[in-house]
């Protein structure tokens, strides 16, 4: 038994592994990993939902009834001291290209007939041909892409599920995720139950129209508590990740990686997912394929976590058809440029009640002592894949510390992230950079790459004297490597969240599937200083002027 320790003072989190599978110790060749047997996440159950424009809220239940507060269970911090950051961009002087479009409000405070129950809102949602789906932990819409017009009262996330049965029906739990798979140009939305017995609850549209049918799974996940999934498309499946935890209270033992049967989705048939439990592979995301043209003929997917001064590359291949042919490989160790997680050396406040793994956050805000928590200890939403034909990439990014080399500390918090290429050959860290051109602090990033090979990344953004922002950067080819254009504010913060210093826990990014050009962006900001959960979130567009003449999905 190992055991690793948070360098923010967090509770230790032991984990049931050998050294050789801990992915702060990976290999730097790729071989499979020893593991018992392959787990089958059987399929609950399916059917087919009413339309969701049938629904309204009186007639589906599962709406919490006081604010609560949405568990964090949190995860190791790699081992290691502070580091002067090798990647480090401490100023940006060319101006940002990239021009905002769309710029309106989705669910929260300022939304008639909505009231936030949760802290965060995990914010999530992506862009179709027409619409804009968003979730916020326990409740969705349906936006017009277009006008920003509202097109479906909001919904509890269960009510996908309504007249399913079981916990997909009877619960509301959240940790929500919203994606548009832009080949077969439908809609997938999941949430978990976080109670035994633990399950994945995945929809899948009938039609582009999100308003409309769609065909709803339930997929067991126990006996181990699967939390904080992200998904991602590939032309063979929905791939999720998944922290997992066992026990009571809850303890660490590792990661999973998940493939379901997209094919069997699409088409309201019986459906499995092929998923592998890896002590290592906590903090992942899957890849998630943006772009008409897809990964070679028979690619995994690939999950990306980080490790000290690494980010390893795990390749799960799925085999639907003959299913002891799949397999997860992995991790290659891609050295990077050294940084230290943000935040690391906050030293542990009082636990609170109800919550003994919580710790104190170290975000500054204007006007108020509460200090946000900045997530440092996984990787963000989304790692954005994309074939150009003559290479692919694979762009993500993770929370680091904006280390003072003068005076030998970390202050504040900056954006790491990273330009992945030679996936199917010799993977290798093509750009890689830390955004921090001043004293403010950044972090819960969300990246993304557009046709043309412009990257974008939204974010929020925040400091002692400044309320929340919600602000976005970018790059195109042609600006020198590693580094981001200067800086745009998406929606002044009016306000600072008192008493709890949960933030995000995740923002979305997405690319517009009707241009492959313009990028879609949702995270929270504050309207007013008070108690949470006292959140709005919005919603924006952004393009840079050199992508044009995309290719049709």
């Given at each position: ?71 964090l269970h949190r995860l190791p911090l790699p081992p290691g ?6 990647a480090l961009q401490s100023n940006a002087s060319i101006p ?99 109670a035994s017995p633990y399950l994945e609850c995945v929809a ?350």
């Amino acid at each position: 038994m190992l055991e690793l320790r948070s360098l923010r003072g967090r509770r230790s989190v032991r984990l049931l592994l050998v050294l050789a599978a801990v992915g702060f110790a990976a290999p730097s060749r790729a071989e499979e990993v020893s593991m018992p047997e392959q787990f089958i996440a059987a399929e609950v159950q399916h059917d087919v939902s009413p339309p969701l424009r049938t629904l309204s809220a009186s007639t589906v239940s599962g709406q919490a009834i006081h604010p609560r507060i949405m568990p964090l269970h949190r995860l190791p911090l790699p081992p290691g001291g502070l580091q002067s950051d090798g990647a480090l961009q401490s100023n940006a002087s060319i101006p940002l290209a990239a021009s905002i479009g769309m710029n309106f409000d989705g669910l929260g405070v300022n939304t008639p007939g909505f009231t936030p129950i949760w802290t965060p809102p995990d914010t999530t949602g992506a862009a179709g041909l027409t619409q804009y789906v968003q979730w916020v932990n326990t409740s969705f819409t349906v936006f017009d892409k277009s006008s920003g017009q509202m097109l479906l009262s909001p919904l509890t996330g269960n009510a996908i599920w309504f007249g399913f049965g079981g916990g997909c029906a009877g619960r509301n739990d959240g940790d929500p995720i919203v994606n548009y798979d832009k080949q077969a140009k439908r809609w997938v939305l999941s949430q978990f139950t976080n109670a035994s017995p633990y399950l994945e609850c995945v929809a899948v549209s009938a039609t582009d129209d999100a308003t409309g049918v769609y065909y709803r799974y339930a997929f067991a996940m126990g006996p181990n508590f699967a939390d904080y999934p992200h998904m991602g498309v590939w032309p063979d499946g929905y791939y999720f990740s998944f922290n997992m935890f066992s026990g009571k209270p809850l303890v660490l033992v590792g990661g999973r990686a998940c493939a379901f049967d997209r094919n069997a989705m699409l088409n309201n048939s019986t459906a499995t997912a092929q998923c592998f439990d890896v002590p290592a592979l906590f903090g992942s995301v899957p890849s998630d394929w943006d772009g008409a043209s897809a990964p070679p003929l028979g690619s995994p997917n690939y999950f990306v976590t980080y490790g000290s001064n690494l980010l390893n590359i795990w390749s799960l291949h799925a085999d639907f058809t003959n299913p002891a042919n799949a397999n997860l490989y992995g991790p290659i160790a891609l050295p990077v440029q050294p940084f230290t997680p943000a935040c690391a050396e906050v030293e542990p406040g009082p636990i609170k009640k109800g919550d003994p793994e919580d710790a104190p956050g170290c975000v500054p805000q204007a006007g108020v002592a509460m200090k946000l928590d900045e997530l440092s200890d996984r990787m963000m939403y989304r790692a954005a894949y994309r074939n150009f034909g003559d290479h692919e990439a694979l762009v993500a990014t993770h929370t680091v510390a904006r280390v003072i080399e003068q005076k030998k500390k970390a202050i504040g918090a900056a954006l790491r992230w990273y330009e992945i290429r030679g996936l199917s050959t010799t993977p290798n860290i093509y750009q890689q950079g830390t955004y921090a051109p001043d004293a403010r602090w950044r972090w819960m990033g969300s990246i993304g790459m557009d046709f043309a090979g412009d990257i974008g990344i939204g974010y929020s953004l925040s400091a002692p004297g400044i309320h929340p922002h919600i602000a976005y950067t970018g790059r195109t080819p042609g600006d020198l490597a590693g580094t981001m254009e200067s800086e745009g504010i998406i929606m002044a913060g009016k306000g600072s969240q008192r008493q709890e210093e949960r933030w995000g826990d995740y923002s979305a990014l997405s690319i517009d599937p009707s241009d492959d050009c313009t990028f879609w962006y949702t995270t929270e900001y504050i309207p007013e200083t008070g108690a949470a959960p006292n959140w709005q979130t919005r919603i924006a567009s952004f393009k840079f002027p050199s992508c044009t003449g995309a290719g049709s999905y």
